[in-house]
């Protein structure tokens, strides 16, 4: 039977509807009642809630710490994109171009750590960085270089630095799963044409394997960006606690000391609204920044 054309609107708003209502329970609703508290004096608990209007962004710009949480999240934004797209593409290669027969046991191993829940992962690496049974330390002191240990964790230096670790280590699995999939789909006839002609492993690489593998390499730079700046507070908090002394406060653990410690969900609020300015114009300027014209093949 021939449907109408309003019938298949109705009955595609009928299969869209659950989607949609999901959607607007957990991400609209939260995001507008995020803006709207961001107005308020409010400790979270209970309607007494004072309206003060933009003073809570007028303290955005006034409160020291807000800028240190900033360059903390872009440093490990940076710092996860170059090491995790470094590592992934380059394992990536290495199993999906190189004959190894372990390519498969690699992959799990590899992907091992993505399925560990994230306070598993802030765990372990405490325990690694342990300043006294830690392996780091103590590897160090094997090595003769025991004035190269210190509390890593606890040192103002090193402790923003020593976060990156984990995070890269926890995402690297993924990624190279991604780009291999990129890879495998590039045809061999190409990669043969290219040997015929004289290409090195490294000219097949950057003008064969890079520009045919776009896609994956740009939504992965896009999401580990996201990732970053909207979940890099739970590893934080979990091992540091933005400590020491504010040293490795990112944007959403600040958001969080200030709605579950000091009780101000009203500031808290306009942080969240802030980490969601960041992460559009973040993504906005990286999709203008990798935009490249699509390769057929």
């Known amino acids: 039977m021939v449907q109408s054309k309003a019938q298949r609107m109705k009955f595609l708003a009928f ?33 007494n809630k004072t309206f003060v209007g933009l003073k809570n962004y007028i303290r955005l710009f006034n409160d020291p710490v807000i800028p240190q949480t900033i360059y903390h999240d872009y440093f490990l934004v940076f710092f996860k994109v170059l090491l995790i797209m470094l590592i992934a593409t380059f394992f990536a290669v290495v199993l999906t171009q190189f004959r190894i027969k372990e390519a498969a046991f690699y992959r799990v191993i590899f992907f091992f750590p993505n399925i560990m ?17 830690g392996i780091v330390n103590s590897g160090l002191r094997q090595l003769g270089l ?6 890593w964790l606890g040192d103002m230096t090193w402790a923003l630095p020593s976060l990156v670790l984990p995070a890269v280590w926890a995402g690297i699995g993924l990624f190279m799963l991604m780009i291999m999939g990129g890879i495998s789909n590039i ?11 004289g290409a090195t492993r490294w000219e097949q690489f950057w003008k064969i394997t890079v ?10 730079i896009i999401y580990i960006v996201i990732t970053t700046l909207n979940g890099s507070f739970v590893i934080v908090q979990i091992m540091t606690e ?3 002394s504010n040293s490795t406060h990112v944007m959403g653990s600040y958001l969080y000391q200030q709605a579950f410690v000091n009780y101000n969900f009203g500031y808290a609020a306009a942080i969240g609204v802030m980490i969601l300015v960041f992460s559009l114009i973040t993504v906005l300027l990286l999709q203008l920044l990798l935009k490249r014209e699509k390769i057929q093949y």
């Open 146 to 151: 025991e004035s190269m240990a210190k509390p």
């Open 242 to 244: 933005g400590g020491p």
């Open 117 to 133: 829940s994230v306070v598993v992962v802030g765990i372990l690496w405490m325990f690694i960085y342990n300043p006294n049974m």
């Open 187 to 197: 045809p061999t006839s190409i990669y043969e044409a290219a040997d015929v002609d």
């Open 211 to 220: 520009p045919l593998i776009w896609a994956q390499l740009k939504s992965s």
């Open 15 to 47: 299969c869209l509807l659950p989607t949609f209502v999901m959607f607007a329970i957990f991400s609209l609703f939260p995001l507008f009642s995020g803006m709207y508290y961001s107005f308020f004096k409010w400790s979270g608990s209970g309607g």
